[in-house]
């Protein structure tokens, strides 16, 4: 177990800082294999030496080593996250399927939190092939799930295209997909995924409204990706405790 939470972390490490690839191009609409990593202020390209997760920022002290402009500390923040997830995911699921739905839903959401903050965007060429394998996960290592699956993935998209119906400006299509996402993935976690992302949301806002005021506060605009992100990590390793506590007592 020691083996594969280590192999595990150091895979998501790896895969996050091809994330932050992701994150950086795909809203641009630029090629996430070239060109290859350079500094945004020289041009110089990143060595191999130096493009080593977390530890070559540690090293280089967050600068350029040939120009020294400074390296914002997101990027190795973003591979240990990752690498954390990842490793989270192994030491606590024993399922395979839990575990490959584990995986493939944090490699989704990590960008999809980038983006969102950034752009105020959940770009379908992320949340498209994430549904696809997340389904492909599903037929080959467990079918008895996707039946579930569907219903909480229809149930979760369906609710909040009524919110989106009902108050556009609050609420966009990509919100919709996003959480109907997590209800493919989660089944019937995706309640307790959804009701955390919502409760994250008003005490952010009203975190907000405290601190700008009512008027400038309710103008300020919040991406909700973040926290529904945040939900469906809540979801996936508490959410299905949760909900068959609650069934089981109701």
Known sequence: MALAVAFAVLAGLVIGSFLNVVAHRLPRKESLVRPPSRCPRCGTP???????????WLLLRGRCRSCGEPI???????????????????????????????????????????????????????????????AVAILLLDT??????????????????????????????????????????????????????????????????ARKGAVAGRKTAVPFGPFLALGGIFGFFAGEDIANAYVDRF
């Not at 839990?98 to 752009?119: F, K, R, S, W």
Request: no cysteine; hydrophobic share 65%.
């Open 144 to 209: 008895d799930f996707i039946v579930e699956a569907l219903i909480a993935a229809a149930a979760a998209g369906g609710f909040f295209m009524l919110a989106a119906v009902l108050y556009p400006r609050g609420m966009g299509m990509g919100d919709v997909k996003l959480a109907a996402l997590l209800g493919l993935y989660l089944g019937r976690a995706v309640g307790p995924a959804l009701f955390a992302a919502l409760i994250l949301g008003v005490l952010v806002g009203a975190a907000i409204i």
């Open 46 to 56: 990143i060595k191999p030496y130096d493009n080593v997760p977390v530890l070559s």
């Open 72 to 134: 914002p500390a997101r990027y190795p923040l973003v591979e240990l996250a990752t690498g954390l997830l990842y490793g989270a995911v192994v030491l606590v699921k024993d399922d395979a399927v839990d575990i490959a739905l584990g995986l493939l839903l944090v490699t989704a959401l990590v960008p999809i939190v980038l983006i969102d903050l950034e752009h105020r965007l959940i770009p379908n060429a992320i949340t498209l092939p994430a549904a696809i394998a997340g």
